[in-house]
């Protein structure tokens, strides 16, 4: 019974032994890994990046295919606002055409009257966005015929 107990203990020692060593030929090694991500920030504007308005009737709203997609590229979120100039030109000592004469409709909102200057949209979340923007003229009598220019500025800001 002393032999079996013996030999029963050198067994276990042998196994406990044998798992104490394979565990301590664990060998563990660390990479890091670094990864440099740039900042992303882009506007532009396209399709195309001017509004002409050929044929105007002064009384009358005149819209048409007066679209400017405004496209945003950013890895943060971006303020977006604009400002807008009168509209100069036309036979000379004539008046300037204000900026409310022409409205806009940027994206999903409703049509505005320009005023000078505002904010689009608020604050835009990162990632690829694009905006539609279209634009109405209605001069009315006062002004001569000639050809006006005006500007419409937009300005992205990464917050």
Known sequence: MKRTILIAITVMALVFGLVAYASGLDDKKTVTVTANVPNVFSLTLSNPASVGFTVIDPDADTSGSNLITVILKSNKKVNL???????????????TIPM?????????STTATALPAGTLNGSVD???????TSFSFKPGLEYEEGTYTGSMIYTATQL
């Open 126 to 132: 990162r990632g690829n966005n694009s905006y539609d």
């Open 100 to 108: 409310d004469k022409m409205s806009f409709k940027f994206s999903t």
């Open 81 to 95: 606002t604009y400002t807008m100039t009168d509209f100069a030109g036309g036979p000379t000592n004539t008046p």
